[in-house]
């Protein structure tokens, strides 16, 4: 098997385009889960090539066949007796195709495809929340991935308040069974931006600690984490330097100045990273 798979790519270039053509068209018409990640995929291509927005459809369609084989009595027929449920690799790899945009600053394309993402989870959760505990592991990182892209470059703040209303009706969902705080990062991320008192001049290298009042609970901790996510994906370095030499994450400063070859500077003692 390993030797077909290896030989693979000289196969394919031995195909006339119109066989090749016909390969994956027949492909299509059989398997409606690579045609969804084919559209998607032909989404992406256009959208970097004409630097427009990602076309959302693709991704909703592909949010929806992940949660389809979810629904009201397709899971449960007699207690404790369970059908399959959400297809989680296919969930996880959907999400992992943020990643790419996020580690190049584009959230508005980031949100894209993680928010259908949300709301097809909070949806389907009161089907699936005591059967799948697998699922709660899918929170924390939307929670994260979310809270970054709307920190990015593209999402304007209109867009976040938007976004903050959708998050707490999806995280309202959740909470009825037991999720209380599911989007909480996400939530903070977008109700205070980039505008939080304070941050500019921290930012600009100008303030002592941050927060200001010099302590921070894991929500302030956590939404720092994605700020410095953030401006590093936007190239903004001498804002993650700041930022993060003030909240004491010394840790992810350090080696920010070693990137930049400020190698001296990162080796020079600092107070123990109190988030480690």
Sequence with gaps: MEQVVNKRPDLLRTLSRERLE???LERTE??????????ARFAVLVADEASTLLDPVPFRRRAEAVFSSTGSGRHRHLWGERTAGIDEAALEQLIDEAEPFLAVGRGDHALTILKPVAAGLAAC????????????EFLPRLDQLIAQAALMNGVSQEARDDLAGELAHWQGELAKFGADDAFATAIAACMQGWDEPGLQVTLAGLGQSWPPGGSSDPLEEDLTRVRLAALEAMGRGEHFLNLSRAAGFHCDHAVKLAQTGRVDEAARPSAPDHTW
């Design 22 to 24: 016909a390969l994956v």
């Design 30 to 39: 059989s398997d409606e889960g690579f045609a969804l990640w084919l559209d």
């Design 125 to 136: 959760w009161p089907e699936n929340a005591v059967w799948d505990e697998p699922l709660n």
